[in-house]
């Protein structure tokens, strides 16, 4: 049984144009700056609510030998 690529045998240039036009697609739809404060400051409220995760869970600081 021979299976086919889903592109036929299109010239790798041309197999990599529709990866292009989804890679634009999410590169234009997606916001270089956050919209609100809240989604700038969210990464350090949830480390201050949890402060067990940021210190690797035994109380040892993340990075230093235990």
Request: aromatic share 4%; glycine share 10%.
């Amino acid at each position: 049984m021979k299976t086919r690529h889903p592109l036929g045998d299109a010239p790798i240039g041309q197999q990599l144009l529709a990866h292009y036009a989804r890679r634009d697609a999410v590169r234009h739809a997606t916001p270089l700056l956050p919209s609100s404060w809240a989604e700038c400051l969210a990464p350090f409220r949830s480390a201050r609510l949890r402060p067990q995760a940021a210190q690797g869970g035994d109380g040892a600081p993340v990075g230093q030998p235990g």
